[in-house]
């Protein structure tokens, strides 16, 4: 997010937000731009600027300039969006506007000031579309929560004037639409604007935490934040603390070559290296993973890994302690890395299955550089 917005602008923002508000219109469908920003994925910045005018009519041209300087400040990215060419290497003239997402994105920011914008519409209908995605940007994020979210916002906008005045003065003030204003001023100028939403609640103080275990910075507070530092505080200690694995227990005892891991191994076997091979790049500061399986498909061919099973009283446990990873180069085989749980190094982990590695591998190589 940008530092600062001009204060002829902030200025001009808040000449709109005192002035009444015009009734937004109820209907559920989508008007004609709506449904060509749906169909088309972007919209021309001038397109834009028009969606907004249909419903906000206060400001005039002063709001339709003030869009984009709300989009930098806010980190939304304006592209240049082009015809598809009818002919190679022809000259392609480009347009500034927004993809879908985007310009949802900023609707939802521009009702969050409290201007008349109804981004509901466009929302149930990318929201279809984000239902089975893992991953989202951060305007796909803030489409996905709006409607847990809406109208509970709380946004600063701080204008680029000189902050060392001491002519210092609040003032308050409240829209119809419920949004609750605090404007802070130097020298009668805008100096911050303070928007909060008619359902935003003052919640329990957030505090940034570190979990000294894992190292993942969480949101204590967060529920959200909290369940990801769970999550991934329980995976790491599945590893560095490993458990009976009933899996892995009924495979050492019914599989010729239980430890082996190729490309017929199952899926389960081929994730318990991945967490091994992640662990092995984080602790070393590895630009890449050295393993290209994991929970949704087989390494391939070139690679063969090893989980190292507890051994007591030479009898093998569940409990996965290691892997390890050989990898096909050319016309030989190389070990392209180890890793052991901290709690069973130097305890003849490796030592104990070395011959049979030459047996497999023959004069196998070590990859460099050596730990």
Known sequence: MLERISVQSLENLIDVLKQTAPTLPKTKRLTTRELDLVQSGVILAVDFEDMVLDTE?????????????????????????????????????????????DAVHLLILLESLGLCVNPERLVNKLTTTLKHKDMLTTSELVIWEYPSQRHKS??????????????????RFKGENGYRFILTLINERPYELEVIGPKQKNLRPRVQITCEYCGIKYTKGDLESSLTHRR?????????????????????????DPELVDDSSPLWMHDEVYERALRFKRDFRYDSLQWDGNSQRRATPNFEGHLFSEKLELLPTGKIVGACAFYWRKDHWTLYWIWVAPSMRRTGVLSARWAAFLERYGDFEIEWPLS
């Open 154 to 171: 709380k946004i600063h906008l701080r204008s680029d004037i000189d902050a060392t005045q001491h002519a210092w003065a609040e003032h």
């Open 232 to 256: 991934e505080h329980a995976r790491l200690k599945r590893v560095l603390e490993p458990r009976l694995s009933s899996r892995f227990s009924k495979r050492l005892l019914n599989h010729p």
């Open 57 to 101: 009519d206060r400001g005039g041209y002063r709001l339709s300039s003030l869009l984009k300087e709300l989009a930098n400040y806010f980190e939304i990215p304006i592209r240049y969006i082009y015809h598809k060419p009818r002919y190679a290497n022809g000259e392609n003239i480009g347009w500034q506007g927004y993809t879908a997402p």
